[in-house]
């Protein structure tokens, strides 16, 4: 356990449906970061916040996602109108100022029906 | 993004050494040298990182070439738990930089009791 927690771990919908994932860092972690990861693939790099300011968005982040980090705290990915290339692992990271390590969260695996 | 290259996978046995190959030719000088692992049915967990010196810490060494465009990732004594995709990865220090993370598809190391 990395300390980052997320939620739900796994999520069933049907195609055109809307889902949110939450991801709840290690306290003092300032920098929050959004992976996803496909079968047999690396995690590819999604967003990217730095307190509640996000700092750059992947081209892979069509207008269907928003992610939002209201108070630097939490952070949600939703999904809009979900499709069936959306289904993937949906990975969370953080990191505290000065630090270089990513600490992982155990994902959320997204199937869509 | 400068890009790695890694065997897709590599065979070990039980309490022997590991020497995981990374090939990153086209390194800049701000780019540390990141491993990441990722076992089965878990986030990636950080390993070990570097610039230009080998360095050592509890999980492992890293072994990087007088010119940067290589490096070695060894474990000194493989357990089953070892049994993972290892993921070599260049990040940019750069002010300003999100320091994301960008992966390839890594080697998947098995260990044979």
């Known amino acids: 356990d990395t300390g980052v927690s997320q939620d739900p771990r796994h999520k069933i919908t049907k195609r055109g449906q809307n889902v949110t994932f939450r991801c709840d860092p290690i306290?003092?972690?300032?920098?929050l970061y959004w992976y996803r990861q496909t079968l047999g693939q690396g995690p590819e790099f999604l967003t990217y916040?730095?307190?509640?300011?996000?700092?750059?968005k992947s081209r892979l982040l069509s207008d269907r996602f928003s992610a939002e980090r209201p108070k630097g705290s939490f952070s949600t990915l939703e999904i809009q109108r979900t499709e069936q290339g959306d289904s993937a692992m949906y990975l969370c990271?953080?990191?505290?100022?000065?630090?270089?390590?990513?600490?992982f969260g155990p994902g959320t695996r997204l199937t869509v029906t | 993004d400068a890009k790695t290259t890694q065997p897709n996978s590599m065979e070990s046995n039980e309490e022997e050494p590991v020497h995981l190959p990374c090939n990153h030719s086209?390194?800049?000088?701000?780019?540390?040298i990141h491993w990441y692992r990722q076992l089965p049915s878990q986030g990636p967990e950080y390993v070990i990182h570097?610039?230009?010196s080998n360095v050592n810490n509890r999980m492992a060494s890293l072994a990087i070439a007088e010119d940067r465009k290589s490096s070695t990732l060894i474990l000194h004594r493989a357990t089953l738990r070892d049994a993972a995709v290892y993921y070599c990865?260049?990040?940019?220090?750069?002010?300003?930089?999100?320091?994301?993370?960008?992966f390839g598809t890594g080697t998947l190391l098995a260990v044979q009791p």
């Open positions: 916040f730095q307190n509640e300011a996000q700092l750059e």
């Open positions: 306290s003092e972690h300032n920098r």
């Open positions: 086209t390194i800049s000088g701000t780019d540390y």
């Open positions: 990271a953080t990191r505290g100022t000065g630090s270089s390590e990513q600490y």
């Open positions: 990865i260049l990040r940019d220090y750069r002010s300003g930089a999100t320091n994301k993370l960008i």
């Open positions: 570097g610039l230009t």
